[in-house]
């Protein structure tokens, strides 16, 4: 499951930068973009934890940060994933013509902001740990 997952995220990160959302301009791209880095140094933490050239207390710190970086990284995603389930949904309705309910839109504009939240409060723990891992490889 972890290999699949990585290639999933892998992929996000390729789109993301062949559209032009390198760093993100919706909530949504920021959101996949972020939590792709953070699966990228969670696997490169993984690696280096068997390098022996790696100096054991970078390993440590880069490891602690990740572990603490997952539980909000996991829940910025599960959100982004619920934002674009209803994005996707509301785009269906208005390609095939269909009104768009209110409650619907107002859904839309809560699951957006709950992200907007989760990315605020989110993001300087899976950058932190981001930083560490990248430290580590030079």
Same mark, same amino acid.
């Given at each position: 499951?972890?290999?699949?997952?990585?290639?999933?995220?892998?992929?996000?990160?390729?789109?993301?930068?062949?559209?032009?959302?390198?760093?993100?301009?919706?909530?949504?791209?920021?959101?996949?973009?972020?939590?792709?880095?953070?699966?990228?140094? +969670? =696997?490169?933490?993984?690696?280096?934890?068997?390098?022996?050239? @790696?100096?054991?207390?970078?390993?440590?710190? $880069?490891? /602690? &940060?990740?572990?603490?970086?997952?539980?909000?990284?996991?829940?910025?995603?599960?959100?982004?994933?619920?934002?674009?389930?209803?994005? +996707? =949904?509301?785009?269906?309705?208005?390609?095939?013509?269909?009104? @768009?309910?209110?409650?619907?839109?107002?859904? $839309?504009? /809560? &699951?957006?902001?709950?992200?907007?939240?989760?990315?605020?409060?989110?993001?300087?723990?899976?950058?932190?740990?981001?930083?560490?891992?990248?430290?580590?490889?030079?």
């Amino acid at each position: 499951m972890r290999r699949k997952a990585s290639s999933v995220f892998a992929c996000i990160l390729i789109a993301c930068v062949a559209v032009g959302c390198a760093n993100g301009k919706t909530t949504l791209e920021k959101a996949y973009l972020n939590y792709g880095r953070f699966v990228a140094a +969670q =696997e490169a933490t993984v690696n280096f934890t068997n390098d022996p050239l @790696v100096d054991q207390r970078a390993k440590v710190a $880069a490891a /602690q &940060a990740v572990v603490a970086a997952k539980p909000f990284a996991d829940t910025m995603y599960e959100a982004a994933r619920e934002y674009a389930a209803i994005q +996707q =949904e509301i785009e269906s309705m208005q390609e095939s013509g269909q009104a @768009v309910p209110e409650d619907k839109a107002l859904l $839309a504009l /809560q &699951a957006e902001q709950k992200l907007r939240g989760l990315l605020e409060s989110s993001l300087p723990r899976i950058l932190e740990a981001v930083k560490l891992v990248r430290q580590m490889r030079f």
